[in-house]
C-alpha cells in the first residue's frame, strides 16, 4: 500500500469537512470511517448508484450546499466523484462558493 492510500479519517483529523464526508460515505458504504481512505473510490467502498446519490443527499444536507450531480450519468456531473478526495475538495469548493 502507498503513503497515499493509507491516507484515512486519522489523517484527516484536523480537517472537519474531510472528516464529515468519510464519516457520511462509510455510513453508505457499511463501513467504520477508519476504513475510508481519501483515495478510496465509490467502488471499492461498494457504494452504488443509489448510495452515491443518497450520500450526494446527506452530504448537501450536511453542509448546507446544493451539489451539481447528476446522478444520471455520474461521469458527466459537474461535481468530480472520483474518489473520497475529490468528493471532500469539490464540498470545499462549494462551502467557498457559498460564503463568498
Known sequence: M???AAVSA???ADDEVALEVIRIVAEQAVLDP???KLTSTPDELGIDSLG???AVFA???AFDVSIP???N?????EFEIENVAAIVAGV???IAAREA
Open 52 to 54: 452515491m446519490v443518497e
Open 2 to 4: 502507498t503513503d497515499a
Open 92 to 94: 470545499k469548493r462549494l
Open 59 to 61: 452530504i448537501e444536507e
Open 69 to 71: 450531480f447528476n446522478a
Open 73 to 77: 450519468d455520474p461521469a458527466q456531473s
Open 10 to 12: 486519522a489523517d484527516a
Open 34 to 36: 477508519s476504513e475510508v
